[in-house]
Structure formats: structure tokens, C-alpha cells
């Protein structure tokens, strides 16, 4: 089942973009094997693989953000050298990457309009460049604040930002990695409104995604990529989810069914967040006298559009952030406003949003990273000093229980695909039994090994009588292994169900600040 190269009204289409041959190694490593592929005018093209598989590669190969060390690139049917990024949006190619371009000391005005001509050169007309972004966030429910430095937002609001980057350049071709990950179901449908106008207008659109249901949604075609090379390319109506898992992995995935699990703590609370609030990094109130609960042996999900305090919340628990009001019980004791190490030596564990910048040093050794917040500990010392031998048998063990790839120990954590990033953060948490998990979008940009191994090891811990507070904007995900689901807007808890009980439009007016009844 190949995907079509016709129009929709059967004639013969010359590709936007095609890539023939395309090779590209990193040292020992084969990153893509002679792959090819196709996007056609007006279709919707969904790139699949797991993590390593090399479709990011290739796509920044594209983008000119890599050299391919052989094959060719043609656009609308000439060949083309693409040497810089530059050289890619000139030729209408745009791309939002799953770890966001931006200057993070600039404002999102700033970080649009870099590069572009302006009428005023060499000042920005930053005026025009608002006046733009206002237009594309309101057409595209992408709110964002122009004058707000892009250090001040949140992952999602972050994204946001790349994402009008690149509508603002007009793009012919516009490649989306992980594009709908912390957006609400009425915002993905929104963005795959979007995405399949540009496809009316007979563009094209790339989207890289690790949502299997989400490809069968939105696209035309699917290109699946292992190990480097392509192992199918098919036309998405002919396919269904399991066939493109059991491609993506090579062998049958099982599915993911929700299994409910019973509190195994008693009834008394391990964690208790008590009308708590707190300001975020402009200095507005981000938290406001929010309040829950949670048991042992439990894992509440907790869902909500990004940028209304997930992310206060959880800098809050892990000691990160100064609450202003109310107070944080574990297991009845008041811990509000604890340092960081105060947290984790009493039992919390935090797996944040950010693994590459908040949980991971990348240029550190993967076995330095699995002691980072436990260096203190009598196995990992000798006297004052380190104890090599204690820090690598540690990671030994942890490399090889949580079926870390690596090299070596001794490589730098950056080495890591995505997935066995995530692998060394969990390792590194779960290792010094926390008795509770805060964990931040642990899923995100993963693929369907990866998550499968990450939900395996956290349905684990709440067997093992661990609380669990699972904070996702993925309903996928949240429904798949929460017991509890609860909704957060404006810093404030909108309403808290049974997962069984749960109506996703509910949980969608709730995630839109429609207080439940």
C-alpha cells in the first residue's frame, strides 16, 4: 500500500519535496540508511518511527541543519543544495522542532521577527511583527503574550511561539515535531484545522508524532522509519494504529488498556496540597488556593492547557519555588517551602517536564547523573570525597534494570536518545524509593517502546503503595493511568472525577475554565 502521488482529482503530482538515497552517519552510528521519501502538494504526511529511528534526522537534513553524506533533495522537482536553514525557508521549508530554536533572554515579538527583512533596517520593526503575531494567535487559538520574555513561559507556551515562528514565514512545506503534546483536545482540533486548510491550499505538512491515534486523524500518508532506513510508506486510510506499532517496533506492541488500581496507603493522605498559591516568574499569580489530595497506592491526573501552573505547581513540590500561601502536608507534616534536598530526602521525587534542561546534566557521565541528587549517600562516598567504584556499580545495576542503550557508563548523558534519557531520569528517581512521584509530562516525544516502558514503571510504583501525581496534557495518557482525574485552569482546581467516570467533552470545558458542577 504505498501512499499516492496523484492530486485528488487523480492527476499525476510533482512532489513539494522529494529525498532519494539518503544516507547519514554519526560516527559508528547509522543514522539514516539510504531513505526516500515523498510530500505531495496539498497531503498531510505523518513520519513515524521510535526514538533513534532517524526521522528527526532526516528532517533536519532538510531543514539544513545537517549534511547528508549522501542522496539528494529535490524541490518541486530541481535538485537543491540545502546548506543552512536559510537556505530551507527560502524554499518555503519550515520547521518547529521538538526542543524549541529560541532565544530564551528575548521576547516573543523578538524571537518571531528574528532574521526577517524589515523596513527600518538594521532595527526590527517590532510593531508590525505584534501586530502579526496577534493576528496568527487569534486565528489559531495559539495565545501568547508578544511583550513576554520567551525564559518566562512555559514549555507549552514555548511552543507556541515556534509554532507562529514558523506560520508567520508563509511556509510551502511546514514540518511539526510533536506539534498537538500540550495542547487540549479542543486545541488539537484546532491546529489539525489548521493543518489540513494548508493542505486545501495545496501545501504540505510533515507531522512527527509519537500518537498513533493522531496520524489515523489527521493524514494523508505515513512514511515509517527503523532503524534508519524506511520499512513502509503507506496511504493512512489503508492502515490502521496496531499495524503501524508493530511497524514502528518491528514485532507486535500490546495495547494500553487502563487498569484502575485501589489506594494500598489506608485512607489517610500521603501528599495534601492545602489553598496553595504562588507567583510565577512575571510576578502574577500562577497558583490560587489550590487544593487536593493524594493516597498511596493512587495516581491522579492532573490535566490542564499549559501555562495555567502546572509548572509552579510542581517547581512548588519539588522545593524549587516559594509558595505564598497555604501550605504542603506530607504524610500530615508541613513541608511547605523545604529546599530541594529537604524534598528529596523526604521521599518526594520529581520527574519534571524539562529532562534535557532541569534533569539531566548532558555533558555529565550517565553513571555522575544517577547519583546527582544522592551524592550524599554513605554507598557514594569515601570520606569527604567521591566513591568511583560505589557511583559505577550503581549505575551498572540501573543501566541494566531499566534497559538503558548506551555505550558506556562513562558517556555523557547528551549521547542518549530521548528515550533513554527518560529511562536515566526514572532510574535516577525511582532507585531511592521516593514515597511520592511527581512526574511532569514523562511521555513527551517518546515513542511507543519508550512509553510503554515508562507507564510499566509507573503503574509499578503505584503498586508498590507509592502516591503518584501524574501532571499531562495528553488525555491519551491520563486516562490510560489515572485513578483520579483532576483539572487545573488559571491556577485554580477546577473539579476532580473517578477516572471511569470521566466524559472527555466535560474534561474539555473543564481544561477551558468551565467549572464542573
Known amino acids: 500500500m504505498a501512499a499516492t502521488d496523484t492530486t485528488k482529482d487523480g492527476e499525476r503530482a510533482v512532489p513539494i519535496v522529494e529525498m532519494r538515497g539518503i544516507t547519514k552517519s554519526f560516527g559508528r552510528v547509522l543514522a539514516n540508511d539510504n531513505a526516500d521519501l515523498k510530500i505531495f502538494p496539498g497531503q498531510v504526511h505523518a513520519l513515524l518511527g521510535e526514538n533513534g529511528a532517524g526521522k528527526t534526522t532526516l528532517m533536519n537534513i532538510l531543514y539544513g541543519l545537517y ?16 546548506r543552512s536553514p536559510k537556505d530551507a525557508i527560502a524554499l518555503k521549508i519550515g520547521m518547529v522542532h521538538q526542543n524549541f530554536e529560541l532565544v530564551t533572554t528575548l521576547t516573543v515579538a ?68 510533536e506539534p498537538t ?17 494548508m493542505a486545501a491550499e495545496g501545501r504540505g505538512v510533515v507531522v512527527i508524532t509519537h500518537k498513533l491515534a493522531e496520524v489515523i486523524q489527521v493524514s494523508d500518508s505515513v512514511t515509517v522509519l527503523r532503524h534508519g532506513a524506511v520499512v513502509a510508506n503507506l496511504e493512512t486510510r489503508q492502515t490502521t494504529t496496531d499495524e503501524l506499532a508493530e511497524k514502528m ?51 491522579l491526573g492532573l490535566t490542564g492547557v499549559a501555562g495555567n501552573g502546572q509548572t509552579e505547581l510542581e517547581e512548588v513540590l519539588a522545593g524549587m519555588r516559594k509558595a505564598s500561601g497555604g501550605n504542603v502536608l506530607l504524610r500530615g507534616k508541613d513541608v511547605t517551602n523545604s529546599s530541594p534536598r529537604e524534598v528529596i530526602e523526604m521521599g518526594v521525587g520529581c520527574i519534571p517536564a524539562d529532562r534535557l534542561g532541569a534533569a539531566l546534566v548532558l555533558d555529565m557521565s550517565i553513571a555522575d547523573n544517577l547519583v546527582l541528587e544522592t551524592r550524599y549517600d554513605g554507598r557514594f562516598r569515601s570520606g569527604v570525597l567521591l566513591n568511583p567504584q560505589g557511583i559505577r556499580e550503581n549505575a551498572a545495576k540501573l543501566v541494566k534494570q531499566y534497559s538503558i542503550s548506551c555505550g558506556s557508563i562513562d558517556a555523557p548523558a547528551r549521547t542518549l536518545s530521548g528515550g533513554n534519557m527518560q529511562k536515566l531520569v526514572l532510574a535516577k528517581i525511582l532507585s531511592r524509593g521516593p514515597q511520592v512521584i511527581v512526574a511532569v509530562q514523562p511521555t513527551a516525544g517518546l515513542d511507543v517502546g519508550a512509553t510503554s516502558f515508562i507507564y510499566e514503571k509507573l503503574r509499578e510504583q503505584r503498586g508498590m503503595g507509592v502516591a503518584v501525581l501524574l501532571i499531562s496534557g495528553d488525555l491519551n495518557e491520563i486516562m490510560s493511568l489515572s485513578d483520579r482525574v483532576a483539572c487545573i485552569y488559571n491556577g485554580r482546581m477546577m473539579g476532580t472525577l473517578p477516572a471511569d467516570k470521566v466524559e472527555m467533552k466535560q474534561l474539555g470545558l473543564m481544561m477551558g475554565g468551565i467549572q464542573r458542577a
Open 110 to 177: 523578538e524571537n518571531v521577527g528574528l532574521g526577517l527583512k524589515a523596513r527600518r533596517e538594521p532595527l526590527l520593526d517590532l510593531e508590525t511583527v505584534k501586530k502579526r503575531i496577534g493576528e496568527l494567535a487569534n486565528e489559531y487559538g495559539l495565545a501568547v503574550n508578544p511583550d513576554a520574555k520567551v525564559e518566562q513561559l512555559s514549555v507549552g507556551e514555548r511552543q507556541r511561539v515556534e509554532i507562529i515562528k514558523a506560520l508567520y514565514r508563509e511556509t510551502d512545506l511546514l514540518i511539526l515535531d
Open 67 to 82: 549534511r547528508a553524506d549522501s542522496g539528494e533533495v529535490l524541490v518541486r522537482g530541481e535538485k537543491v543544495r540545502i
Open 181 to 197: 503534546s500540550v495542547l487540549t483536545p479542543q486545541e488539537a482540533e484546532g491546529l489539525f484545522r489548521f493543518i489540513r486548510s
Open 249 to 299: 517496533m518491528g514485532r507486535e506492541v500490546p495495547g494500553e488498556a487502563r487498569v484502575a488500581g485501589a489506594p494500598s496507603g489506608g485512607e489517610a493522605p500521603v501528599l495534601e496540597v492545602v489553598g496553595l498559591s504562588a507567583y510565577n516568574d512575571k510576578g502574577s499569580l500562577a497558583l490560587d488556593n489550590l487544593s487536593f489530595s493524594l493516597r498511596g497506592g493512587e495516581i
